[in-house]
Every structure is written in structure tokens, then in C-alpha cells.
């Protein structure tokens, strides 16, 4: 399902396009219209809350949005939840809503359109194609291009959760879910009552996100998050359930057998897949589709399981994502921020990290290790991605100056609680949730038209948690406890889930979890395609530096055949040959036009 709007009703569609034409929009499909006197209303995906709004069963999710619109306006668009994306015009303005996790249409924009896609954004009259060359450099240091920015110059996306309002020929947006003001907080209640009321929250989300259907999908990892999903389901649903789990050939830390153990407990029809590496092939598919450049460990297995799913389509499928991020991670590293921030010793350890941060240590060994998790510690609003460092980049772009370093926000220090919270609201739920986890979750559902609901991203979820204490989504005796690594992430949903779940998965030490890159790249015949591809592509020799390009893949070439090379020195290198095949593809299709 595809759009294209216009801010102006001066300027032309595509003539290619032979869609359901409005005066200002088009579409292929839409879920529901509404148009009355004075508004109408294009709406794109599901309301999960609409009777608790309008305490209607007949109105289309669009006719809702107009009845809230006419009665106040924009202003109660916030306590929607749901997955979607809705166009409002009226008489003087336009607005545009995305859901607050961004899970159904993106929207891209410049001064005269809007649309669900760059690609019909330069099918319009006059659009110049030319890359954003800071938001390029920014998504090989962190793996994507965040908002508002895109890959296209004068072209801007809408996040996750925002509304953009153009009203006299000027356009701005609002964020309707603000998480600068939300400070620990204690709770009278006890362990029992909140576990409880998160467990009752739980069900309602799952309720509300298959309504009445009969086929329904679950996706399955083996851990926690997935399994409590099932459980809950299980606790109101007795039909059919398909199951999807995804594996990797050759992985010792496969999660498989778990996923294999909750099936078999809880009566699912299970289906899995196991990665070999070759998926890679698929890659100029999904960089058509997703249209700015992207790269995450866990795309092609979103990508696989979606494909898995075949023809024979649940009506819903339930995915764990996002879980971790709504109670809070890395509490050892915002532990160990906060200490050496606290005892004034962070100069040193920066002092070291820049000593590190230079190309001579860029190598598998101590000091690489040294700087990896000093990268994690010191920068910790910066989020969990694996791009190339700044010391690389310097000598791979041919514009150094694209470079951005440092962190903008300021840590919040006047508590660990504090700190905690500022990392889950502005790192976890802005940054990663919103535009890396459940974007290419909800992405590559939308490639293989598969529906996906998230039930832990529920609007009643996020709030209780709001009003959780910190000592409940990270449990530790104290903030040195935590920073020795000596803590129980997602407290809460483990003290209500564990005796629900099969043992095997509540006493396994997590091991797995992580997509092993390199197994993309081990292929020496795929590896040279791919290189041979990079190196021939127009961006080396208008972007990046051919020559770094050049001894960054031979360097790989090298280490793909030295034994022991510590995990994640592994990783993050294979990441980056993901971030410039990545790059180079996008290029060849964007700026290029060759589709070939």
C-alpha cells in the first residue's frame, strides 16, 4: 500500500501513476476513507484502542479520526494507539500522523509532496536527485539515517510518533509522546500487585492485537520475550497457533532447541529456517524497498522469517520486539557511566579511549577489546550500533568534514535512576525502538505483505511502566552491583513470567540472540561478488575514498581466514562491509537509476 500527497494542489501527480485519485492524494490502497464538509481523512493500518475513544463499533478507523478531529482538534491524537498512518485535510491545513513506534507507512516530504516512499517522491515534476552527504556519513557510523533527515538532499522523513502540520505554506512538527520530563518515581504497591497488573496489560495488548481472528502467527526466539508473548496468548486463545523461528548454520549458540521446547509446551504448528549466509543475495531488494539506507544486525532475519512465512498468510503475527527497550538496557554500562562520572575520573578514561581511537589499534586484540567497551560506557546516549568509527571515516570519506562526533545530549547525573531513565526514553525508545528495531521489523512485514503487532509496545504498557521504580526493570543490591554486572534486566517481567515458562528457558545463561554477521561473508566466491560490486560502483569515486574502500576489503579478506578473532572485533567489522555494500547499492539505484 503506497501514497502520494500533495501540499499544493498546483503541482501535477506522476503521469505514470493510475491510482484512486483525491484532489491532493493517491494511493494504490488505503484502509479507510472519510470525507465530510468540512475534513477528510486517509487512514493507513489499525486502531487498537477505538471503542475506549469513541465507544463506537460501525465507524471506520478513518471516520474515528474525524469524529476526534471536528470535536478538538489535533490535540487528542496522542492517546490513539495503534499501528498506522492517517492524512487529515481540511479547509486550511494538512496533518500527517505516524503511530508512536512508527509502524506502518513512512512518510518522506519536501516543499510540494509528501509520500510513502523516495522513490515516488522523484517521480514528481522537478524533483533533483542528489544525496544528503552528512546523513550518508551518518549512516555508515551508526547504521542508519535518523530523523528528520534522508538519504536524498531537501528531502525530510517524519519520525515515529510525530505529526507534521502545514498550515500557510510552512510545515512543522510535533511530538505528541514527550519523554523529556519523565523522572523515577516510587510506587506504593507491592512486587505482586504491579507484576499482576503488568501480566493483566500484557493480555489486554494481546487481546486488543488479534481482536477476532482465528489464524494467528507467532514469532519465536527461544527467550523470554517471545515465550511470555505465547504464554499470555495461550491464556485466552486455544486455536491454532503458527510459530517462526530463525536459526544460523553452524552457530553453537542456536536458541533453536528453546524455540523447539516452547512449541512442544504450548502446542504451536512450528516452522523454522536456518541462515546459511547466501540470504545476502536478496539485499538489492530490500534496499529498493526500505529507500533510505539501512543496516542492523537482525535485518535478515527479519527479512528471512518474513519470506518463511510463505503464502499461507495468520491474520496477525505477534513479535517480542521492543520489550527490553521499554524496561531499560545496558544497566552495567549506564552503571559504569555514572560511577566514573560521579568519582570525576571520566577525563581519564577519556583521555584513553581517544588514544585508543586511531588506526594502528584497530586490530583483534586487548586494546582493540579496551576501546569497544569504552566506546559503550563513555558514549551511552549514543545507542548500541556498530558503524564505522570516526578514525576510519576520516580516512575513508573524501569530505572529512561530514564527520560528526561526541554525543549532543548531556547526561543526566543526579542519580543512576536518572540516568537510567534518560537512556531508556532518549536512546531505547527514540533511537532504537523507533527507528532501527521495530522499523525493520514493520519493513519487512510490509515487504511480504505480512500483519505484525508488537503487543509489548502498547500505550497502557508504556505508561505503567512510566510509573514503575527503576529497582524493578533493573534489579541489582546497588549501582556498584550493577556495574559488576551483578543485575536482572526486565526484573519485573521475570518475577511474573518465570514459573509460567519451561525451565530450560528461565535458568539458560542467554548466550544467543545476536545475528553472526560474518556468516554473510564467508563465502569466498559471494565475498569477491560483493567487493567487486562496491569497487565498481560510482560512490568510490564520487563519496568515498577508492583507495580506503580498497584495503578495507582486503583487510577482511585477511582476517576472515584467522582463527580466533574475539566475537565482536568479528561483528562490527562485518557490519561495516554490510554498511558499504549497503551504500553501494543504494547508490547504484538512487543516484544512479541503474536497477540492473
Not at 496533518?95 to 509532496?113: A, S
Not at 502467527?217 to 504464554?231: A, P, W
Not at 491464556?235 to 503458527?242: E, L, Q
Amino acid at each position: 500500500m503506497m501514497f502520494i500527497g500533495k501540499f499544493k494542489n498546483d503541482k501535477p501527480f506522476p503521469d505514470k501513476l493510475a491510482w484512486n485519485r483525491g484532489d491532493q492524494i493517491t494511493y494504490d490502497q488505503v484502509s479507510s476513507v472519510c470525507v465530510n464538509d468540512r475534513t477528510k481523512v486517509y487512514f493507513w493500518g489499525v486502531l487498537y484502542n477505538r471503542k475506549s475513544e469513541m465507544n463506537v463499533e460501525n465507524l471506520s478507523d478513518a471516520a474515528i479520526i474525524a469524529e476526534m478531529y471536528e470535536r478538538s482538534g489535533d490535540s487528542g491524537f496522542s492517546y490513539l494507539d495503534g499501528s498506522f498512518t492517517f492524512v487529515v485535510f481540511d479547509s486550511e491545513q494538512i496533518i500527517i500522523v505516524r503511530d508512536h513506534h512508527g509502524t506502518n507507512k513512512p512518510v518522506y516530504y519536501n516543499n510540494f509532496f509528501f509520500a510513502s516512499s523516495l522513490a515516488l517522491l522523484q517521480k514528481t515534476d522537478g524533483f533533483i536527485t542528489e544525496p544528503d552527504c552528512q546523513a550518508l556519513a551518518d549512516f555508515l557510523s551508526i547504521g542508519y539515517i535518523s530523523t528528520p533527515s534522508s538519504s536524498l538532499k531537501d528531502v525530510n522523513k517524519l519520525g515515529a510518533g510525530e505529526m507534521l502540520v502545514y498550515w500557510n505554506g510552512q510545515s512543522i512538527t510535533r511530538q505528541p509522546y514527550p519523554t523529556d520530563y519523565i523522572l523515577p518515581v516510587q510506587n506504593d504497591k507491592s512486587l505482586d500487585e504491579l507484576a499482576e497488573q503488568y501480566g493483566t496489560l500484557h493480555i489486554e495488548a494481546i487481546k486488543k492485537r488479534i481482536g477476532k481472528n482465528s489464524n494467528i502467527g507467532i514469532l519465536l526466539s527461544g527467550g523470554y520475550d517471545s515465550g511470555c508473548n505465547l504464554v499470555a496468548l495461550r491464556k485466552i486463545y486455544s486455536g491454532n497457533i503458527h510459530s517462526y523461528s530463525i536459526g544460523f548454520k553452524g552457530d553453537t549458540w542456536t536458541e533453536l532447541p528453546l524455540a523447539r521446547c516452547m512449541s512442544e509446551t504450548f502446542g504451536t504448528i512450528h516452522t523454522e529456517y536456518e541462515i546459511d549466509g547466501s540470504e545476502i543475495t536478496a539485499l538489492p531488494d530490500i534496499v529498493d524497498f526500505l529507500g533510505d539506507p539501512f543496516v542492523e544486525g537482525g535485518l535478515m532475519v527479519n527479512y528471512t522469517v518474513m519470506k518463511l512465512i510463505g503464502h499461507n498468510k495468520p491474520d496477525v503475527i505477534l513479535g517480542g520486539d521492543g520489550s527490553d527497550q521499554y524496561f531499560g538496557t545496558s544497566g552495567r554500562e549506564i552503571a559504569l557511566h555514572y560511577l566514573i562520572s560521579k568519582y570525576k575520573v571520566a577525563p581519564v578514561f577519556g583521555l584513553i579511549y581517544r588514544l585508543l581511537s586511531q588506526p594502528g589499534f584497530d586490530k583483534n586484540n586487548s586494546l582493540y577489546r579496551i576501546r569497544f567497551h569504552l566506546d559503550k560506557i563513555l558514549s551511552i546516549l549514543k545507542g548500541d550500533l556498530f558503524g564505522f568509527p570516526d578514525f576510519h571515516l576520516k580516512t575513508m570519506l573524501q569530505d572529512r568534514s561530514l564527520i560528526r562526533s561526541g554525543e549532543r545530549m548531556t547526561s543526566d547525573l543526579r542519580s543512576f535512576e536518572h540516568l537510567y531513565l534518560q537512556h531508556a526514553y532518549k536512546t531505547d525508545v527514540e533511537k532504537i525502538i523507533n527507528q532501527v528495531i521495530l522499523f525493520k521489523a514493520s519493513r519487512m512485514a510490509d515487504m511480504f505483505d505480512n500483519s505484525m503487532a508488537f503487543p509489548y509496545m502498547d500505550s497502557d504498557i508504556y505508561n505503567f511502566l512510566q510509573q514503575l521504580p527503576v529497582y524493578y526493570k533493573c534489579k541489582g543490591r546497588n549501582v556498584i552491583d550493577i556495574a559488576k554486572g551483578h543485575a536482572t534486566a526486565k526484573y519485573l517481567l521475570k518475577y511474573h513470567y518465570k514459573q509460567m515458562l519451561p525451565e530450560v528457558i528461565t535458568s539458560k545463561k542467554k548466550q544467543g540472540g545476536f545475528a553472526p554477521m560474518p556468516l554473510f561473508f564467508k563465502n569466498d566466491k559471494q565475498r569477491a561478488r560483493i567487493a567487486d560490486f562496491i569497487m565498481a560502483s560510482s560512490v568510490t569515486r564520487d563519496f568515498l575514498k577508492r583507495d580506503a574502500v580498497d584495503r578495507f576489503i582486503k583487510q577482511y579478506d585477511q582476517d576472515v581466514n584467522e582463527n580466533g578473532n574475539w566475537f565482536w572485533y568479528k561483528q562490527s567489522k562485518a557490519i561495516q562491509y554490510f554498511n558499504l555494500y549497503t551504500l553501494a547499492l543504494w547508490w547504484e539505484r538512487f543516484i544512479e537509476q541503474n536497477h540492473n
